[in-house]
């Protein structure tokens, strides 16, 4: 079992950064795949970056990519998502999921265990 909360969201002016993190519980975080997704209002929860459980490989959906960093420190069972350059478009609830797996997970539906949110709301 898997609890993660997540942290860093506000207000920022279009242009700007915010860094968001996402804290596990549980000693086996190291063995879970992590992943940023974001929903819109009036939206579908969609794919923002993922990373492995080791944090050697990372994957950006194309409208972040060169904007946003996902990293991760598995001695603080911390998972990280550095978001530069911010957009209007960016305004969202952001998430962060966590399921046991070696590769990259892309995928919504298969992640196992979620937070509940964080706000993000990009002023232009």
């Known amino acids: 079992q898997v609890q993660l909360v997540e942290s860093g969201g506000g207000l920022v002016q279009a242009g700007g950064s915010l860094r968001l993190s996402c804290g596990a519980s549980g000693r086996t975080f190291s063995t879970y795949a992590s992943g940023w997704f974001r929903q819109a209002p009036g939206k579908e929860r969609e794919f923002v970056a993922a990373?492995?459980?080791?944090?050697?490989?990372?994957a950006y959906a194309d409208s972040v990519k060169g904007r946003f960093t996902i990293s991760r420190d598995n001695a603080k069972n911390t998972v990280y998502l550095q978001m530069n350059n911010l957009k209007a478009e960016d305004t969202a609830v952001y998430f962060c999921g966590a399921k046991n797996a070696y590769g990259l997970v892309k995928v919504r539906s298969a992640y196992d265990y979620w937070g509940q949110g964080t706000q993000v709301t990009v002023s232009s």
């Open positions: 990373i492995t459980r080791g944090g050697l490989s990372t």
